[in-house]
């Protein structure tokens, strides 16, 4: 199967791989997985006082298309407030990437995984 | 002879309708039956009767591969209970069983740029203890308590780790060459 130009680009130069310092302020994370395929995505956002998504990072083990969906969205929720993040729908990843019906989880578990990390930092700050 | 397409597999081999399987039994089983239904006995019949024993071969080949994987096996009694394990969409496992799967991938991933054959083999080891760990709780929820959520999910962690084992397996192939 060829992977499209826009996945492969993100394959080769995946944008913001790594994981924050557990000690950052304003830092929560996503994990998500897809049994189907085994892959395993991790998803972290850097959140300002102002509610605004500062920074993300992600590190995925899987196929060429879940690392290009991962890669895509630290992209895409950067300077975006969380509701904005969580506008995020797989349908725009898998457009983004054009990506064949077999990896439409991919892009399934990129939006699940910001719907993780938002729950996370929701987790994290209220009370 | 004639079988029914109907019938769930574990009928068709005369199997209990278990996730234990005595395996030397349903060996017995898939050759005793693909001897009756193989469409070269069936040289001298009709075309319809051809094409009729060709259909129950591949339901009998059908039935022996999912019945003989375990973890196929597991899915399959999932499927008769009505239960989907929706593996393509269920992407909400425990954070605790993500990291750790992460961790493992992340100790394959190092153990096979720094070439440590012995590392890999370790881990293989180590996974496979895991594994067997599993799916004995997979046995006892399908079996004994017919919990099909619980055994859901543990089939969805299954099917991690055996994307774990495989690239392991990778790994260590790559190594070898």
Redesign the interface.
Known sequence: MAYSEKVLDHYENPRNVGSFGKEEEGVATGMVGAPACGDVMKLQIKVGKDGVIEDAKFKTYGCGSAIASSSLVTEWVKGKTLDQALDIKNTQIAEELALPPVKIHCSILAEDAIKAAVADYKKKHEA | MSIDLTQDYFALFGLPRRYALDEGALEAAWHELQGRVHPDRHAHLSDFEKRRSMQWATRVNEGFRVLRKPLARAQYLLELAGVD?????????S?E???E??EW?EAV?EAREAAEVSELEDLHRRLLGHAREVRGHLAAQLDEHQDYEAAADT???L??I???Q?EIDEALLALEN
Do not use: C
């Open positions: 394990a929706a593996l393509e969409t269920n992407t909400a496992m954070p069983f993500l990291m799967q992460m991938r991933e089939v969805r962690r099917m991690f055996e994307k774990l495989q």
